[in-house]
């Protein structure tokens, strides 16, 4: 075959014929030290800074442990329940008039609808090219708007709480092996005054165990009259000889506990 011969030229509508110079992507190599390639450079600097933060967030949390409760019990009114530290920034929201009582649906509903969809926005409100800060004033004045209203209520809520006391009021409480003797006759009396605050196996629901209790006979025989700190007096509607029972029943299953 001679040169030029059996050539053909074939047309591509896909690919236009005058190629305009926005179409054509950057030399990126012109602007030295202003860009830097995706993999490894950029996306390694990404993984250092994320394994910074993670770190640093494990050391806290192995420095401060969070207090953990007990198992939730329906049966105990006396319980306030609070939410997550995630969430205690909206906790607060609901402590003030207008996101309360009668507007409690702006509390829930219209507040924080407002405040994540305008940071869902912010990116579409302000356009600009630039990437310092005082070149995205909108997004820039947006979020420092957020954080510190987050931060501020999540302080305010907390600063509130004394959290230790709270984790140990309500701790988990561990598994007893001591056993209750059903057929003493101090228990029926037991199980008909007492066992709804202080729970089947003396462990405590709505009121402190009574497992491990440094009170006398006689000061418990005068606190089932007579109440002590929240419980008040007459709860135990029984006679002298059922408190004697009472006051028996529960000394036996301190003695097993030591």
Not at 38 to 47: C, S
């Amino acid at each position: 075959m001679h040169r030029g011969k059996g050539m053909k030229f074939v047309g591509d509508s896909r690919v236009s014929a005058d190629r305009k110079a926005s179409q054509i992507p950057k030399d990126y190599s012109e602007y030295p030290g202003r860009t830097e390639a995706f993999w490894p450079n950029f996306l390694l600097k990404e993984w250092l800074a994320g394994a910074v933060f993670l770190i640093g967030f494990l050391c806290l949390t192995l420095a401060h442990p969070s207090p953990l409760e007990g198992m939730a019990d329906p049966t105990n009114a006396s319980y306030i329940p609070l939410p997550d530290w995630y969430f205690l920034f909206l906790y607060e929201l609901l402590k003030y008039e207008f996101a309360s009582g009668d507007y409690i649906l702006i509390g829930i509903l219209g507040i924080p609808g407002l405040a994540f969809g305008a940071l869902l926005l912010a990116p579409f409100l302000d356009k600009g090219p630039g990437r310092r800060p005082h070149q995205r004033p909108i997004a820039v004045i947006m979020m420092l708007l957020a954080l510190t209203s987050v931060i501020w209520l999540t302080w305010t809520s907390a600063e509130h709480v004394d959290w230790e006391a709270r984790a140990e009021m309500n701790k988990p409480i561990p598994p007893s092996n001591i056993e209750i003797n059903k057929d003493d006759p101090g228990y029926a009396v037991y199980e008909a005054n007492c066992m709804g605050c202080h729970g089947d196996a003396l462990q405590g629901v709505s009121a402190p165990p009574l497992i491990g209790t440094e009170h006398t006979a006689e000061e418990i025989a005068k606190i089932a009259r007579e109440g002590i700190n929240t419980m008040p007096a007459n709860i135990f509607k029984g006679t002298d000889e059922e408190l004697d029972q009472l006051v028996k029943f529960i000394m036996s299953v301190n003695e097993q506990a030591e």
